[in-house]
């Protein structure tokens, strides 16, 4: 699958854990959710470069 497509859905996770935590004064959940949502973001952008490398190459 494409990693920008799985990217957005960790960081929709991650942000949905990260208000549950928030809500719930669950800090290990909100700290969770955190790290999810800045590690789909990073997936997201690597998915990004990834398509603009073969755009790039491929025109």
């Known amino acids: 699958m494409d990693d920008r497509i799985e990217g957005a859905g960790k960081q929709a996770t991650g942000s949905i854990k990260e208000a549950i935590g928030k809500i719930t004064g669950d ?6 959710g955190a790290a999810e949502k ?22």
């Open 27 to 32: 800090r290990s959940v909100e700290a969770k």
């Open 38 to 59: 800045a590690a789909g973001k990073a997936q997201s952008e690597r998915g990004e470069a990834k398509a603009a490398a073969r755009d790039t190459l491929n025109p």
